[in-house]
Every structure is written in structure tokens, then in C-alpha cells.
């Protein structure tokens, strides 16, 4: 449930980059800042909700149809953090949690080369936003 809720926020923290990031591209002032802030909230709700769904794996807390499906307590700590990726929606997790990872460094290599932060870090916010959808 609170995993669901970090990812509708990530999303729209998401769009709202996109938006602020567009903002910047077009010569809106004080937009690049907002923009930042915006990915930075983004990439902290994908990984809080990552954080968790692995805690829920490793405490066994089958209450969780993706946990019960795909963990069982007779696994060892290795194959237990691996169930992490074993269906489709963890799968999907684990791409949009090393995508948010790659964006934290590509945004960091992107902010110190000028205009080419804001066309970047945009199409990278969009892809980032329809993995999340």
C-alpha cells in the first residue's frame, strides 16, 4: 500500500520535472532549480519504495501477494534478495530503481556542462515517468 502511494508520488514528482525542465528548455527563470528538486524527489520515492519492498522480502511478510508468490522462508539471505527481480513487477522495479540511480549521476555530469542539463535530464525524466506508469 505505501509502496504504491511512494510510486503514484514518484510519478508525479515525474511529470512535474518534465514540466520544470521544458520551463527551463523555453527560458523560464528560476525554473532549473524547481526542476532539480523535482528529480532529486523523484529518484528519494522510487528508492524509499525499492527499500521496502526488499525489507518486506527479508522479514517474510507474506501479507504481500508479490512476497508469498515469489519468497519462501526456507531461502537463503542470497536467494531471498534476488526474489526482489523474480516476477514482472519486481523486475520493473529493479529498472526503474537503477534508472533513478543512473539519473542522480547523469544528472550530476549534466549540470556542470551548461544548456545541455535541461534537454537531457527532460527526456530522461520522460523515459523515467513512463517506466513508472
Known sequence: M?????????????VFTVVMYYLTYKGYENTLKLAR???HATAVLIIASSALLLHAIITHQYQYKYVYNYSGSDLSLGLLMSTFYAGQEGSFMLWIFFTAI?????????????????????????????LLV
Not at 505505501?2 to 515525474?14: E, M, P, V, Y
Not at 542539463?117 to 527526456?123: A, G, S
Open 2 to 14: 505505501i509502496g504504491n502511494i511512494l510510486l503514484t508520488l514518484a510519478l508525479l514528482a515525474g
Open 102 to 130: 543512473i539519473g542522480l549521476m547523469l544528472l550530476d555530469y549534466t549540470s556542470k556542462r551548461g544548456d545541455l542539463e535541461q534537454r537531457v535530464m527532460m527526456v530522461f525524466t520522460l523515459a523515467l515517468a513512463c
Open 37 to 39: 528538486t523535482g528529480f
